[in-house]
């Protein structure tokens, strides 16, 4: 009998065409060095006014990211197909770097409209795990979900480190550009050249040719399937756990800055310590990809234990060298649990809903993280240390919650089956 969630993808080999594309689009789309100068680049060049860049245009990313997510999710599920709208999330992030870098001096609106269409190209990350689970089998999830996470976050690294090297050379921002947009192109021509290869060539994905397409299965089924689905006690422990931490996570990692800057606002190493971070990160997630599913259930719990500690020592650190110390460990900590919590929840549901599951997870994640924002900074206004804090119990008590949630969805399950079952007692 096959696993839960693994539909005939066990009958499946993967297709190194596609699975090479999937890793090159990973890479590839992460690098980019103008990313840590661009409030600099928008204040400096652009001549925009910094109060501006942070009220007027940032927010435009966040607001376009939320409201995209569900449209997108809909038109790569039952209209386009994730292929589709994986090229043209590549493609808007071309359209995002082209429109920073042409955009006349000290004017406003090609900088929001870039920024929205980064947030619509974020929320096609969704479609795009969606498609990778899609075209890999069942027993390659945990190792392609690490690889993924790895090759994104050394990525970020490279796109760091050659920023560095051309601000310290003092290079023309139209540089930093164009990196980029190379880097954006070759993603785009490796994605097509990948999803025409599996089509001429059925033999590199073994013998048949992989769901790129949408979904034509009724939508009446969606519900009962997405019910279904979370109402398996892995899927709802670990949906449970990953909407909650990946908000904290995100969270944490918003503040990150702001921590060193107030513990020391002479610290000039932040942007090595994110880089070590990723990197670190980077190394956990291919761990990740080693590991056996059955370990998950006491490896990840652990891990978010340790990374709670962390969380409340960076937010108490005497020192910015404690604090680098504590983040680069969370990094760490979490990704690993990440790694592992995406590829379990993949296994364990239809390939049909997939992409829907996937989708509502970062959903309600995004909710948590935005009610976390709005209680501990707009209603409390909390300072940093007690932000951390907040973040380090909630961490803790996703861990509670989650095996609460298991528990009680297994229990629901255990009498329905009792009661739908020939010695049940149900009625006559």
Known sequence: MAAPGDDDDDERP???VLCAAVLAVSALQSV????TYIHEYLVRVKQLPGPDVASRVWPAYTYTFALALIPITYVSEYVAGYAVVIAVAIALRLATSFLHELAPVAALWPHQVSLALFGVACACKVSFKSFTYAVVPARTFFAMTGYLRASNLVAHVVGGCVGWALRRRGADWALFFLVQQVSLGTALLSFVVGIVLSHRHPAAGGGRRHRIGPIQSPKAQVCPLIRSAYRDPVVARWSTWYIVTYAVFEFVHLHTSSLFFTIDPTATWNGVVVGAARLSAAVASLAASKLQQARSGAVVPCASVLAAALILLAGCAP???????????????????FCIVSAVIALHVPTSVRGVVMFLNTFLSLLVQSALQLVTGTLLAVTLPVKFAVCSAVTLGAVVVAQAVSALVASDHHKASNITSPGGTGPA
């Open 319 to 337: 020192s910015v060298s404690v604090a680098y110390a504590a983040i680069v460990g969370v990094h760490v900590c979490l990704d690993f649990c």
């Open 32 to 35: 980019s060095p103008a990313e």
């Open 14 to 16: 993967a297709s190194a």
